[in-house]
């Protein structure tokens, strides 16, 4: 089904397989960690903190970058401690990072100075990394992409959560280059400041070549329907892929989507960035 759809649309699709970097450190959360962590490093500093809620992608990323990479971490995560530990914070814990938890009120002033000035005070000295890591280092890291790919395309894709990896993909392609970031929130069309602000903080200025799509978060955040999971298994039995669910397959049934519905003119090339693999449970 499919690559009938590609076909009949005359579209042709490449997978950047940015899930396959580092199993422990995939995809976009190395694209926006390395920069970070050279930087770090040249501060003098020993610890990582950072924020992620119970099933954090980031939390994990950073705590096993930590471990990698010689950094203590600390992970403030949103909402009360419950036990036993889910699988995510308990490999977070494994790898040696400090869970911190606060309350969602408190949470949503994260990125407030008093709030990081009281962190200080807990934690002592510490190199702060945003919820999901994007930063100016982290769309630079993210700008590399789009010069990995060794054939010509038109269109690149990417999931986008906090947008830190579309506005580096955005900043990397050179002329007539087009991506699309596929917003997996309900409600995201906050992304669109977002990814703007991140490049104008990162190079002075927005570019104008991407565009955010908010059709396909199916429901919300980590939300699933039987028709997403259906695409999920047809994909991994017509390609060998296990999609990760909460990003990358809504992505890609966006791009489908957008291909049976006449969106790409025939005769196109698109890129997919895997951004992530499946979560193994």
Known sequence: MHSTVLEKAGVRLYLKRDDLINPDIPGNKWRKLHLNLEEAKNQGHYSL???GGAYSNHLRAVAAAGKIFGFNTIGIVRGEEH?????????AKNHGMKLHYVTREEYRHKAESQFIT????????????????SNTLAVRGCAEIPKEITVPFDVICCPAGTGGTLAGIAAGLTEGQSAIGFSALKG?????DDVARLQKETYGT???NWKIDT???FGGFAKNTPELHQFITQFADNYGILLERIYVAKMLFGI????EKGYFTPGKTVVAVITGPAEKT
Do not use: I, R, V
């Not at 807990?122 to 890591?133: I, V």
């Not at 995201?188 to 669109?192: A, C, D, E, Q, S």
């Not at 489908?256 to 291909?259: I, R, W």
């Open 215 to 217: 059709s396909y978060h």
């Open 188 to 192: 995201g069309n906050f992304l669109k």
């Open 83 to 91: 036990t036993p530990l889910n699988w995510s914070l308990q490999y």
């Open 49 to 51: 903190l950072t924020f």
């Open 206 to 208: 927005a570019t104008n």
């Open 118 to 133: 009281e962190l200080h005070k807990k934690f002592g000295e510490f190199y702060l990394l945003p919820e999901g890591g």
């Open 256 to 259: 489908f989507d957008l291909a």
